[in-house]
């Protein structure tokens, strides 16, 4: 057993919390930018393979303030690294610092301005490499290498008002990265927030949904995803995890078959997605193909004002919609879509009575001319632009 923390976007940690207690993980506790939990390997491995709304898992090692490089430096080298890593393997070192822009610039101290403090992310991965070097040549005679793009060990060190968490990475690449997102499009969400959205907005996958904006397709893929059970992970070649001494082979294979066996054939409830833009319905289709679940959703060629419960759901059956509409990053966008805005405030609310629709508004401006009263609001953020889950019972 031991602990891990989950990190997610700010705003959906309830969301990754109750996906970790349904993978069987103890003390799970959500706090601002994840969800601490324990485990055993066995349940971390679940994880790593389930997990739809994460993006990374980490093994905690050791907190310590590290006001400067010298203390940071000798905390790190206080770390057992001897119990994770040999001369013969190598590691890489992530570093970030919250609410600095310096962890994007890099830079080392010099001469006229001296280090006070951990300004530079660069700076400390290279000296938390440095301190686990010293302690490995110290113990075993000799230091492993540096191998930034695919290393035996990940260390992760996060700097936050003054002190240092350094961490195993478990998952290597971020867990938004499915693989199925190949073609580009214009902002789209990433996959760990649209699957969040799905999970927060409590959809029952016996429950027709629709998106009628759907661009490239990622909120209905991510949903048809949970509905044929179809475990994120298994689409990935390798996670970090499967590198450390305590890896168990027979394990891992026996978590990913029972994954497999899993799956559904088919969904028990249709999919739907439709949008004016005939390039990104082709895009969604393609996407759809790459995550495996295009025979579940139904897309097609529509514009917002054509928009009506899909004809091929049972007659008076109650759906749900779920969009995320542009936001306008320009006056001039903001204007023109103020028309969009109004005529989905007035297609919900003429043609799908009965119905619960959610909108992801990440322009609260916008949002209000659709007209409708929420009924409930959720704080999420798109990457950095605040935004506001809207559920509005039609």
Known sequence: MHDYFAVSAQGIEPATAAELTRLGASDVRPVSG???????LETLFRACLWLRTASRILRPLREFAAGTAEMLYSQTRRVRWEDYLDPTKTLAVHATIEGSSARRKGGKPTASRPQQGIHHSMFAALKIKDAIVDRLRREQGARPNVD????????????????????????GTSLHERGYRTESAPAPLKETLAAAIIELIGWDVSVPLYDPLCGSGTLLIEAAMK?????????????????????????????????????????????VGSDADAAVVGTAQIHAGRAKVEGAIRFFVQSVDEAQPPGDLPAGVPGVIVTNPPYGERLGDEVELEG?????????????????????????????????TATQKLKLFNGPIPCRLLRFDL
């Open 34 to 40: 994840g969800v601490h939990f324990s485990a055993e």
């Open 227 to 271: 509905s044929l059970r179809i475990a994120p992970g298994l689409s990935r070649a390798r996670f970090a995890c499967q590198r450390w001494p305590d890896y168990d082979g027979a394990l891992w294979q026996s978590v990913c078959d029972v994954a497999r066996r899993e799956q559904l054939a088919a969904t028990p409830a249709p999919l």
């Open 148 to 171: 930034r793009h695919d290393p035996d060990l990940l260390v992760n060190a996060h700097f936050s008002g003054g002190r240092c968490s350094l961490s195993l990475d478990a998952v």
């Open 340 to 372: 969009l805005y109004r005529r989905l405030g007035q297609v919900l609310s003429e043609r799908f009575v009965g119905w619960t629709a959610w909108v992801l508004a990440g322009n609260l401006s916008l949002a209000r001319h659709i007209g409708l």
